[in-house]
């Protein structure tokens, strides 16, 4: 049985990234290239400025990663690409270098949705992770809760209608002069804040819904911020992180252990940038663990938008044989 390797890459926003894997669980490289300081000064992604950073940027990642990985492209079998959903310019740059490499090594083209990347993060720290699971993807593009009955199957039980939970994160975040990305400074502010003293509201939204809102909560936030300036009145930036914190990691994690517990699994899969979050993933333990449902997340590296998890995801449908044409075209919106 010879081993399988995918070379993949992700361009779906302000991430130039290439990884070889190898049978679906070893990471041979997994190289992001960040734009994250260039875009820093305009507090968030600028999609012109993101494609034509990852047009030149590219090659070099691509070089870096087989120069990692000890590889070369005579020992690829197929380039897994992420073709949506995303910044459309960004993932064009990283297609169109895709269907050339795939076309010129004559191996197949695996077309791969952004979030069945972020899911396979958790089958690379995981390779053995059981089948039914929820998922929770939450990133600053996506909330999305996701059920896996088997590998390759996905249901999508609910979405954010408007801002996803890292997006409501980086915008209150830039109104308090923390910077961009907004998640980790607000996670470090709320440390010194008192999680009870401002209690934002949350959007439970219909009974029964598993989707999400976090919009009028990012109002409210702001509203509050806005009242005390007019007022005169001094704010306290880690009291209004640490409640902003909360609302958001109540209604994740309350949601995500009804979906459940609705879809009677065992295991809820954390995945996305906003995973890193420290009180998220106790809040969502503790309401996990009233119910016997387990809780994993993927290592840091893996959480965040890199072309690991796409070169996973690639690889379960290599074996498929689910190969895409030399046609296949970004999807800014692709559905799961
Ligand atoms: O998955 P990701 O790298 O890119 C997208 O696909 O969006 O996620 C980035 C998002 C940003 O909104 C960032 O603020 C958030 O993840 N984030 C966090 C934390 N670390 C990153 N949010 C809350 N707490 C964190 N520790
Ligand atoms: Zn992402």
Known sequence: NMAVNILAIETSCDESSVAVIQDGRVIRSNIISSQIEIHKKYGGVVPEIASRKHLEALPF???EALSEAEADFKDIDGIGVAYGPGLVGALLVGLSYAKAAAYAIEKPLIGVHHLEGHIHAGFLEYPDLAFPLVALVVSGGHTSLVYLPKRGAYELLGQTRDDAAGEAFDKVARHLGLGYPGGP??????LQGNREKLVFPRAWLEKDSLDFSFSGLKSSVLNYLNQCKMKD?????PDIAAGLQEAIGDVLATKA?????????????LAGGVAANLRLREMLQEKAGQENINVLWPSPVLCTDNAAMIGCAAYYKYLRG?????????????SL
């Open 257 to 269: 252990v009804v979906a459940a517990k609705k879809k009677k699994v065992p295991t809820i899969l």
């Open 233 to 237: 009145e001094a704010y306290d930036i």
């Open 185 to 190: 400074q607000i996670q470090q502010a709320a």
């Open 61 to 63: 990642v691509v070089q």
């Open 322 to 334: 689910e190969f895409s044409d030399l046609t296949l075209n970004a999807v800014p919106n692709l």
